[in-house]
Structures are given as structure tokens and as C-alpha cells.
């Protein structure tokens, strides 16, 4: 097995990329080192995780594509490159488009056309829009998207889908929720929660506080993926190799609840601004894990509390990335 993650400098990349390093698998790493935040951050999240190689290439360049498959001949691809961010995709969509459409386009037929045993994609939670469901699940529909992210996420869906059908490709999307944890990435919630309170300004809550995710610790994500690595699907009724998996926590916590844990493992506390919902933002998410379960006995291991902890170690002591 040699394993192509794409996105290795992100948050789960390079968390991933540590992981399969400490199992001796043969992993290689790419990303585009974007300025969606800082180039410095990523960099130094990849030394202080030990990740490496990991080689500067666009997803969108499908020349520079071929020319690593054919070099490093994988056998496994996991799939994590995109432009991230609900908010910032009102204001940029194009950025989108040519990232998170053209760009999984060409990883699909390179992929296809390399004969790779197993390719791994992210989706997200945002694909369930304002569902009025209690708990999501994967077989609910997802065709009201709140933000062109989360469409574009859905059509990620549907294109492995159509490829895993047509060339009998094995595919698995995972729709990951809220992920947090030590370093991460500098525009979710947490980390502008913990800015916000070690620089001692107000925090901004949107909704007026009526919020809740379904947090769900890093650790766990990156154990949920390689379990997942050797679990291929089965083709399903009409022939198609193609699964979706929620990767959460199981359970939602109420975003008030979780700024006070936080407020508590920093040591501060912080006045709240009050903001009404932002563009393409949801009120509740909440996943529905039983099938990533049934399919290869995982649980998630770290409680909120201890996952909080944690990051705010990490936060106390890297003070120069909680930055102003």
C-alpha cells in the first residue's frame, strides 16, 4: 500500500499524514500551500507534527497531477484538497468552482485512469443544508444547500457517485463535522474562540448564541479515516461502489456550552457580541455515526471535556498562532 493524501498541509492532512507515518505506511503528501490563511501556520504545523514529504502542487494543474501519479505509483488516494470555509464562499465563489469542482474533477479520472484501489474523498456536514431532522444521516436527502461550499460538497457526492458507476471505481465520501482540536485551522469556531479570549476581546456569537455542532476531536477523525482505508465498499444494488460516512462525535453541543468549557480550560472569560446568523451558516448539526460503526466498529474516544482541555494547552502554548 502507498497511500496520496492531497491537502496534507490542512488541518486533517497533516494530522492524518502524522498518523499513517507512525503505522511505517508509505505516504506521500501535496497541497497548494494556499494564502486562505497563513502559508506560516501550515508550514509550521507540518514541522511540529514531524510531516513530510509533502510537495507544493494545485489540484487545478492536471498536468502536474499526472506527473506525480505516474511518479509515485499509489495505490490509495485520500482525498482532503479544497477551498474551505461556508462564510467566505458568498464572497469568493469561484475560488470554489475551480478548487472544489475542477479540481476533484481531475483527482476522479486520475485516479480512474491509474487504477487506484481506493480513493477516499471529504465532504462535509454542510451538505444537510437547514435540515429540519433531529440527527442526520446519510441516507437523508441533501438537496437544499445553504452555501455554494456545501453545494459544491454535494456535487463532489454525486461526481464520485457517476464514477464509481460508470468505471467501477471504489469511492467513500466522508462528511465531517466541526472538526477542533491543536492546530486548526485559524477561521472555525474554536480557534476564533480562543483568539478572542487570550487576547482578552469580546467574542462574537452569532444567532444570538442560538447554535449547536456536533464537535468532534481530531484524533478521532484521523483514527475514523484509517480505519476506512482498507474498508473499500461493496457495490450497492445498481453496481456502484460508492459510500458516504458521517465522521462526528454523535452528539451536538450547544455552542454557549461549549464557549463556557472553553472559557474554563483558558482560564478567561470574555464579553459576548451578539450576531444575528451569517450567510450560509445552520443552526444545529448532528450525525448520526451508527453506519461508520456498523462498518468498522469505531467509536469516538475523546469526551468534549478532555478534547477542550487539550486544545487549551495547545493554545497556552502557542501563543504566537493564537496571534491578534
Not at 476533484?104 to 444537510?128: K, M, P, Q, W
Not at 444547500?145 to 460538497?153: G, H, M, R
Request: net charge negative; charged share 25%.
Amino acid at each position: 500500500m502507498k497511500v496520496l493524501v492531497t491537502g496534507a498541509a490542512g488541518f486533517i492532512g497533516a494530522w492524518l499524514m502524522r498518523r499513517l507515518q507512525q503505522e511505517g505506511i508509505d505516504v506521500v503528501g501535496i497541497d497548494s500551500f494556499s494564502d486562505y490563511y497563513s502559508i506560516d501556520y501550515k508550514q509550521a504545523r507540518l514541522e511540529a507534527l514531524g510531516v513530510s514529504p509533502c510537495h507544493s502542487l494545485a489540484i487545478e494543474d492536471r498536468e502536474a497531477l499526472e506527473a506525480l501519479f505516474i511518479r509515485e505509483r499509489c495505490t490509495h488516494v485520500i482525498h482532503l484538497a479544497a477551498q474551505a470555509g461556508v462564510r467566505h464562499s458568498v464572497e469568493h465563489p469561484y475560488v470554489y468552482g475551480d478548487a472544489n469542482l475542477a479540481g476533484f474533477l481531475n483527482v476522479l479520472d486520475t485516479c480512474r485512469r491509474h487504477g487506484i484501489e481506493h480513493l477516499i474523498y471529504a465532504s462535509s456536514s454542510s451538505v444537510y443544508g437547514r435540515s429540519e431532522a433531529s440527527v442526520f444521516r446519510e441516507a437523508d436527502r441533501v438537496d437544499t444547500p445553504a452555501s455554494l461550499y456545501a453545494a459544491t460538497k454535494r456535487a463532489n457526492e454525486l461526481m464520485a457517485r457517476s464514477y464509481a458507476d460508470l468505471h467501477g471505481m471504489s469511492v467513500t465520501g466522508l462528511r465531517f463535522f466541526t472538526v477542533y482540536g491543536p492546530w486548526g485551522r485559524p477561521d472555525m469556531a474554536p480557534m476564533l474562540f480562543a483568539r478572542s479570549l487570550m487576547n482578552q476581546r469580546p467574542i462574537e456569537v452569532f444567532n444570538h448564541g442560538r447554535m449547536a455542532r456536533d464537535f468532534t476531536w481530531i484524533e478521532d477523525v484521523v483514527e475514523a479515516i484509517r480505519l476506512l482505508i482498507a474498508h473499500a465498499p461493496e457495490p450497492d444494488a445498481h453496481g456502484a461502489a460508492h459510500a458516504i460516512y458521517n465522521i462526528g462525535r454523535g452528539a451536538p453541543t450547544e455552542l454557549m456550552a461549549f464557549i463556557e468549557l472553553l472559557e474554563q480550560s483558558l482560564g478567561r472569560r470574555a464579553e459576548r457580541h451578539w450576531r444575528p446568523m451569517q450567510p450560509g451558516d445552520v443552526e444545529r448539526t448532528w450525525a448520526d455515526t451508527s453506519r461508520l460503526q456498523d462498518a468498522t466498529g469505531f467509536a469516538p474516544q475523546v469526551p468534549l471535556e478532555e478534547g477542550i482541555r487539550q486544545f487549551a494547552e495547545w493554545c497556552h502554548a502557542h501563543p504566537q498562532w493564537i496571534g491578534e
